[in-house]
Structures are given as C-alpha cells and as structure tokens.
Nanobody
Framework: QVQLVESGGGLVHAGESLRLSCVAS????????VGWFRQAPGKEREGIAC?????????YVDSVKGRFTIRRDDAKNTIFYLQMNSLKPEDTAIYYC???????????????????WGQGTQVTVAS
C-alpha cells in the first residue's frame, strides 16, 4: 500500500524550531519530486517548498525563504524533511507532505502536480 506519513508537528513558541518528517511506505522516493504544503484555518492549501528530483533544485514560498529547508535523507530513500526555524505565529497550520514522479518544480508547489499525499500534521506556534 502506497502511503506517506508525516510526523514532528506540535506546539512551539515563536522563534523556536521544528523538523517535520515524511516517511514513504510501499515505494521508495528515488525517482520522485517531493514537496510540503500547509493549510491554515479558513485558507487554501499552499505549496511552501518543492525539491526537484531531476537536479535537486528547491523552490520556496517567499514567506518561508531563509527559515525553512526541504531536504531528502540520502541514506534512506523513503524519508524527506522540512526543517523549520525561527517559527512565527503565522506559520500555524496543518502541514502536508506530497510527492509525485520526477517532475521539475516550477514553483513552491502546485497541488495538481502531486498525486500522493500524507494525512497532515498540526503545527501551532504561540506568540
């Protein structure tokens, strides 16, 4: 069964850090582009980070540039991460990982490009 499972969410205070993990089961991520999305209450789900398999390039939404980093675990082809530093209350959302086969990221993430999704993990940043 193909599945993505996120972990690492929680409640932190502004300025603190979290690392989200996304573990794939039923397949490996060797040939897959990966991404992270988030959805705040009352808002659309937005792509915040995309990592292209083809050339390793990354794209971030402006609001997280310089604070968030998407990366793969090169030793384990079933895990990728989102390192989140200097968290702000406006980062509060449900965070979703996503993946699909070998496409080039042209933005920080477009929902229609990703066919496999995790169930989401809550991140809450208190002021």
């Amino acid at each position: 069964q193909v599945q993505l499972v996120e972990s690492g969410g929680g409640l932190v205070h502004a300025g603190e850090s979290l690392r989200l993990s996304c573990v794939a089961s039923g397949f490996t991520l060797d040939a897959y582009t990966v991404g992270w999305f988030r959805q705040a209450p009352g808002k659309e789900r937005e792509g915040i980070a995309c990592l292209s398999k083809r050339d390793g390039t990354t794209k971030y939404v402006d609001s997280v540039k310089g604070r968030f980093t998407i990366r793969r675990d090169d030793a384990k082809n079933t895990i990728f991460y989102l390192q989140m530093n200097s968290l702000k209350p406006e980062d509060t959302a449900i965070y979703y990982c996503a993946t699909d086969f070998f496409f080039q990221c042209t933005s920080s993430g477009t929902k229609r490009d990703f066919g496999f999704w995790g169930q989401g993990t809550q991140v809450t940043v208190a002021s």
